[in-house]
């Protein structure tokens, strides 16, 4: 028996609607099997904690007296530089951005201890933050410069605005190389010495979700702590990657860009990030509610990680240089148990994503929903789906005479 | 038979001591060689792990004191700050002693001390600076 958004909504209302996890799901789908459970069961909690790039806050920090046109000069926040090409006062700071004195990978591999990713992690813990900034000067914005601290309570409007977040699914990192190598999926032994994932499988919103039935523009979500929406797919959104028979894609497939108010979000769940030898990002945690308007939507929330594949490449050759190829698929629920088989060679495996964390988000948002906090909301239109074509291209290079 | 990891700290004066020579030969003491180190400022950093009977182990650390070397048990030089510990594991591969573990039912990390050699290797891989080693 289908239901609608609308009456999910009433139940939730009422304090009367049925809410399990994404790995809740998997035992009671096991117990009462598809039919039963889609009876019974109106949302479906599913989560991610890990790092994202992709990231970023935008800022009003209110007009100085007298004015100055950050617009087209330059700023920072606690040394950091943040984008100003809006108008007076708004400035755009990106989880990856670095003092521009940070050495960097001069002596490699760098430390890279502070950056946007940090900033923002002691934005949301409500420490202040040094904004230096100088300007042209115009005839009504005649300041040039400014120094002052600032504090999240204190700015107009602060917002989580993330371009591509919450990958459906990713690739595996190994070295095939006879050196150690400093990537964005950790540090990588040779040899095989480790291998590096970054999901969280069967709680990982996507993967709940595989062909985008009930996700879309307008999509209200757990966000860093607070309440955010999906406001488009993600860059890089690539929903014709390979699947499986169940729908599940083999490699990183879909994305989603999304938006909250950041001076809802908490430290716990935005976190400053470093990657030795790479650079600095932003850890974000995700909370998606499934509505299960079908059995077909909820057979999709019954993923479980050993029908999960991810792709392992190798980071050393194959990675930087664009070349295809997977050196195997292996499952999600032998990631998770530690160890795989890779060439013959045993290999401890490592996370990015924090299932701890994960598992923690979707029992709030669950918690959130059954106080009747936090209703659904219909999306305006859905992420793109396999009919769409939308591939995910390589740049085409033309070389500049 | 008693154990113990400790950190020994030396002043320059007696970094060219052949304190370990002594601890064996004069003490009856084992004396294994975990990690050493000795800083741009001369001053000399040894990791061991020490053995023996209670009263010879007594006077081993009395002669270091004696001489000068500060004498710490291991684990007051790692700390895991567990409230910045995202508990993704990303540390676990690198860790040569199984020092961190997975639960793997809750998907959670702890740190065993007495496993901890102090390699340093989970320092750089921790995204989240939650390890932090006073060495």
Redesign the interface.
């Known amino acids: 028996m289908a239901k609608t958004l609308a009456e999910i909504n009433e139940k939730i209302k009422k304090g009367e609607a049925v809410v399990v996890t994404a790995e809740e799901i998997i035992d009671l789908v096991d117990e009462k099997g598809i039919k039963k459970a889609a009876q019974e069961v109106d949302v479906v909690t599913s989560a991610t904690?890990?790092?994202m790039c992709s990231s970023g806050i935008y800022l009003n920090i209110g007009h100085s007296k007298p004015k100055i046109k950050l617009g087209g000069g330059k700023a920072y926040l606690n040394e950091v530089p943040v984008y100003t090409g809006f108008a007076a006062v708004d400035i755009y700071l990106g989880a990856t951005a670095l003092p521009d004195d940070d050495p960097r990978n001069r002596v490699h591999?760098g430390?890279f201890?502070y950056g946007g990713g940090h900033v923002i992690e002691d934005l949301v813990a409500g420490k202040d933050a040094k904004l230096v900034a100088t300007a042209h000067g115009t005839d009504c914005y005649p300041r040039r410069s400014l120094e002052t601290w600032i504090n999240l309570k204190d700015v107009n409007e602060a917002v989580l605005f993330n371009p591509r977040n919450a990958y459906q699914n990713y690739n595996v990192a190994v070295n095939l190389s006879h050196k150690v190598i400093y990537t964005y999926m950790?540090?990588l032994?040779p040899n095989l010495?480790?291998?590096?994932y970054c999901s969280a499988g069967q709680l990982s919103p996507l993967l709940n979700d595989p062909y985008y039935k009930t996700i879309g523009v307008g999509t209200r979500i757990f966000l860093g702590g607070g309440v955010g929406y999906v406001v488009w797919q993600g860059t890089q959104h690539n929903p014709t990657a390979p699947r499986t028979e169940k729908g599940v894609p083999r490699s990183s497939a879909g994305t989603m860009a999304v938006l909250g108010d950041l001076k809802q979000m908490s430290p716990e769940w935005l976190?400053?990030?470093?990657?030795?030898?790479y650079g600095v990002t932003l850890?974000v945690g995700i909370g998606v509610p499934i509505p299960i308007l079908n059995e077909e939507i909820l057979s999709y929330t019954a993923v479980k990680d050993e029908d999960i594949f991810a792709q392992t490449v190798d980071y050393s050759e194959a990675y930087p240089q664009r070349k295809s190829g997977s050196l195997g698929e292996v499952s999600y629920a032998q990631l998770?148990?530690?160890k795989i088989t890779l060439q013959g060679k045993e290999?401890?495996?490592?996370?990015?994503?924090?299932?701890?964390?994960a598992?923690k988000i979707a029992s709030l948002l669950k918690d959130w929903i059954k106080k009747g906090e936090f209703l659904l909301a219909e999306p305006v239109e859905l992420l793109p789906s396999v009919e769409s074509g939308i591939t995910f291209k390589p740049l085409k290079e033309r070389p500049i005479r | 038979m008693l154990k113990k990891r400790l950190v020994l700290t030396f002043p320059q004066a007696v970094v060219e001591e052949p304190i370990t020579y002594r601890l064996i030969k004069d003490y009856d003491l084992v004396v294994n060689i975990l990690r050493a180190r000795i800083s741009r400022e001369e001053e000399g950093r040894l990791i061991i792990e020490i053995s023996g009977e209670k009263e010879a182990l007594d006077k081993g650390l009395n002669y270091l004191k004696k001489i000068g070397v500060a004498v710490q048990p291991l684990a007051k030089d790692v700390r895991w700050l567990e409230d910045r510990c995202?508990?993704?594991?990303?540390?676990?591969?690198?860790c040569p002693t199984e020092a961190i573990v997975?639960d793997?039912e809750?998907?959670?990390i702890s740190f065993d001390k007495d496993r901890c050699i102090v390699c340093g290797a989970c320092i750089?891989?921790?995204?989240?600076?939650a390890v932090e080693i006073l060495f």
């Open positions: 904690f890990g790092p591999p430390e201890r950790g540090i032994q010495g480790n291998a590096n976190k400053g990030t470093t990657m030795t030898g850890s998770k148990r530690g290999v401890p495996t490592g996370s990015l994503s924090s299932y701890a964390k598992r | 995202t508990h993704c594991t990303v540390c676990v591969p690198l997975v793997r809750r998907m959670e750089p891989a921790c995204p989240y600076k």
